[in-house]
DNA sequence: AGCATATAGTTGATTAGTCAACTTTGTATT
DNA sequence: AATACAAAGTTGACTAATCAACTATATGCT
């Protein structure tokens, strides 16, 4: 098997499509993937969230999330309220549905996480990972 | 601004689609992408390969490197020669106006790559690139 | 109050990528 | 030599994501 040269963002990127695809069929069974299962998350922490607000936290645009919001309503795992003080904006809010299978998807990915780093000792991953939140944040500044 | 709790695939999946925009801009002056620019490296160490070799070297299907392709010699960066030993098949070559600009987008990369790890020490750098070889190695075996 | 500007959300166009079906050609087996 | 199977490349359908243009509503300023 031939190599080309390894640098920081090309394993970044085939890392991405090989995580995604298999999530993407982990999830598939909810008809989930990897894109939409993390509104479920954070709407979990925070109650009554904006689309806004949850497309600057997962970090997609508004349109991605709208369109994902509209999915996942469709599936019944959220629900919009109209916003009493701003009748723009939605409130959003997890079903019972999206509740009970919640934990069984955190398992998903926790196994996934899991088989991935299976080769790195605890260090390696502290390290890693605090280097990728630092290399996220300068990142970041790049597109703004 | 408000946190999810990061796991190593979040952290990912950001930092892919961020520095992907970056080099895309980079890039477009070129009519290069971020997908793209990764053909003509390797074209250039390798010459005469076919178009599934590099889907290999790569990581994308021969869909993709089909469609790749065919745009990289629309725009004068490769050439196709029909392969004399397998009439199926194609051997790739690069243009004289793509080693042209090889060098300047190699300094693109090394300035992005420098830039998204400047707060990095060297000991983080190296401990995070070996850590997600090995992660990726992992994730390349869950699709198989 | 009236106007300008900003914000919430939607829609359409475009790009990168995958998967599956297909055509053509090569290889192996009998 | 015939048949079967594998491999190279193409095409079409689909998904995830982004950007830009748009509508409707809020907010701020004079």
Redesign the interface.
Known sequence: ????P??????????????????DKALKKYDLS?GSF?YL??ME??EGLSQS?IS????HDKAMSARTITRLTELGYVVRIEDQLDSRAYKLYLTDKARLILPEIREE?KK??G??????TEE??E??????????????E??T
């Open positions: 098997m031939g190599q080309e390894m640098n920081m963002m090309m394993l970044n990127s085939k890392l991405y499509r090989n995580t995604q695809g298999y999530l990897s993390r998350f954070i922490e925070n607000r600057e936290l997962i970090g990915i996934l996480t088989l991935i780093t299976a080769d790195l390696e991953k390290i890693t990972l605090s280097s990728l939140v630092k290399i996220l944040n300068k990142a970041r790049l597109n």
